[in-house]
């Protein structure tokens, strides 16, 4: 008896207040939400000591009267929404009335504020366990609210704290984030590190660009979509300005950031076929949605949010981003294809598109030759040298001659290129148009694979045995669960057995290894059909180490140069180049 008690009132604020107001970064995001709630057009942030010393926001917003003020930091006091049912219709940034009362209780506050209607601004100052004060003061239309001493009654969060500079980071990222969702809004913010950053009410690429200035404004792209109840804007960059990391790859719903991965993963999957494994696109999207199909009342700093229906504006973006990315790359490859010059410092040039001049005669010599699948004379696999079981190869070589696939063209009467070789194990080397290119005999091969594939239905053979998915954990079986479906689509058929799962039918091309083919599958997202056919297409082209006889090595290079899309169904480029006076450059030669 007498185990349990009741918390003293200021304890329980105190440790209420943690929830919402975890470190400065924290309380500077709410009090920004605020000002841009009070339709606040121009912002002043200052922070001190990484914020722990002061946090000040100047706005010139509708500000508010006494009365109002006096309310402001009581525990769930807002003037967002009046009941729960407003949820489904508040567009604010801020709805809880959580944040002023949880500031309140861990620093000391000062706020002074004046509305249109009021003669004379007032100044409120909270200290935790002292009485509020509120007085009249002069002072303009707007609020500039200060906070000062963070957690200096709670050591339990304040001896977790990082360095004043990484405080200060956080803070700074607390103010870009909003900065970008909010373009049309001034900003100025100061923090003691450098100069302060001015931001002019701007457009969204704009606002990118000035926040992001390591990629010029000229080379970013708005991308608009809509669908029932959403729309969206997304700003990015073409593919051949990557980045190994997430760090450019945000994005923002209803003008919050949020960590959605599906969204993010479906912009990921937009640019597969663009970018290598490991490379992620320059992209922020921004998205908003009606305020009853999603939910952002889960987290205290509405930092998650949940879809009613998330596969709407997933399917509306990705079939966006895939239409400009093929629009890129037919008037500005430039942007489409990776510049190896930056890791190799050689200067080497990217690709610059389907080869309309340089290759316009044999291209046209050889245009009367379609992919028509018609019958086995009016094409042939090319020859291999050597011996070699290529089992997955074959396969397509017999579906072919039976009119299942398109046949190769015939070869054009006159090359346009001079073949030289092949050299350093997968590259054949060829001199065309005054420079020297190397084709990925692999990646081009895969992709000729891969565009013949999908230029089928699909299809599923039954398997003699089913082969069982080995599962890791539960969380694994989970997503095999939910991947079934898209699967089947691609031609697999998974069954549950007891608690495993079998594979019952696959594709033809991934009939071999089908269980570890699905299971590799199901850990994807997106397309599970193309990625099948990337996956059969990259098992069943020619490999690093396999010769081509001179006669096989030309047909691919020309068949390569007709492509359309010069990059495998993974996103590697296929070939690259060096033009003569990189060359000369590069051995100190005049040119």
């Known amino acids: 008896m007498g185990v349990i008690h ?30 841009i709630d009070s339709g606040a057009s121009e912002l002043s942030i200052r922070i001190e000591e990484g914020g722990v010393g ?7 917003g509708s500000g508010m ?20 049912d407003d949820l489904l219709t508040a567009r604010s940034l801020g709805f809880r009335g959580e944040a002023l009362a949880s500031i309140a209780a861990a620093a000391s506050l000062e706020i002074v504020t004046k509305d249109e209607a009021s ?3 007032h100044r409120l100052v909270s200290r935790p366990g002292s009485s509020l004060i509120v007085e009249a003061c002069a002072g303009r239309r707007g609020s500039a609210v200060s906070v000062s001493g963070l957690f200096e009654d709670y050591p339990a969060r304040r001896q977790f704290l990082k360095r004043p500079q990484a405080e200060a980071s956080l803070c700074r990222q607390a103010f870009e984030d909003k900065a970008l969702a909010h373009p049309s809004v001034g900003f100025r913010f100061e923090s003691g590190q450098g100069k302060p950053i001015v931001l002019r009410p701007s457009s969204r690429i704009g606002r990118v660009a000035a926040l992001y200035p390591e990629l010029p404004g000229g080379l970013l792209h708005l991308v608009k979509f809509s669908g029932k109840g959403f729309e969206g804007e997304l700003v990015l960059a ?31 999957y937009a640019f597969a076929g663009y970018l290598p494994g490991g490379l992620h696109p320059f992209a922020f999207l921004f998205l908003e949605v009606d305020p009853a199909l999603v939910d952002f009342n889960i987290h205290p700093a509405k930092k998650e949010v949940r879809f009613k229906d998330p596969e709407g504006p997933r399917r509306a973006m990705g ?36 080869l309309e001049s340089a290759f316009a005669d044999s291209r046209s010599r050889s245009s009367a030759v379609q992919h028509t699948g018609s019958s086995p004379g009016s094409g042939a696999p090319w020859p291999m040298a050597g011996e070699r079981d290529w089992a997955a190869y074959d396969e397509l070589r017999e579906r072919s001659s039976a009119g299942l696939v398109p046949a190769p063209p015939a070869p054009a009467p006159e090359r346009g290129f001079r073949y030289l070789g092949s050299a350093l194990g997968p590259f054949l080397v060829f001199e065309l148009e005054g420079a020297l290119w190397f084709l990925d005999q692999h990646a081009a091969h895969e992709r000729m694979l891969f565009d013949e594939l ?17 599962v890791e954990d539960a969380e694994e079986d989970a997503r095999i669960g939910e991947a079934a479906r898209g699967l089947a689509e691609a031609g697999f058929r998974l069954e549950r057995e007891g608690g495993a799962w079998l594979v019952a039918a696959a594709p033809p091309e991934l009939a071999k290894g089908a269980a570890e083919a699905a299971r590799e599958l199901a850990r994807g997202s997106g397309d599970a059909l193309r990625a099948a056919r990337a996956m059969a297409a990259c098992r069943a082209a020619i490999k690093d180490g396999d010769s081509l006889d001179d006669a096989a090595a030309e047909e691919l290079i020309a068949r390569a140069l007709r492509l359309p899309e010069p990059r495998c169904p993974h996103g590697r480029p296929i070939w690259s180049r060096i033009t003569r006076e990189q060359l000369y450059r590069l051995v100190r030669r005049e040119v």
């Open 6 to 35: 009741v918390l003293p009132p200021e304890t329980a604020r105190l440790i209420a207040a943690g929830e919402v107001i975890d470190r400065p970064a924290s309380a500077l995001r709410e009090l920004i939400d605020n000002a």
């Open 54 to 60: 002061l946090i000040r926001v100047v706005d010139d």
């Open 65 to 84: 009267d006494r009365a109002d003020l006096e309310l402001s930091i009581l525990p769930h006091a807002t003037s967002k929404i009046a009941s729960a």
């Open 119 to 121: 003669t004379s601004a």
């Open 238 to 268: 073409g593919p051949a300005y990557s980045r190994p990391d997430k760090r450019m790859l945000q994005a923002f719903v209803n003008r919050r950031r949020v960590q959605e991965w599906g969204l993010l993963g479906a912009i990921d």
């Open 319 to 354: 079939a966006a981003v895939q239409a400009f990315l093929s629009e890129l790359s037919r008037r500005d490859p430039a942007q489409v294809s990776p510049d190896p010059s930056s890791e190799l410092e050689l200067g080497l040039a990217p690709f610059e598109g389907p």
């Open 454 to 470: 999908m230029g089928r239905p699909p299809e599923s053979q039954e398997l003699l045995m089913p082969e069982e998915i080995e």
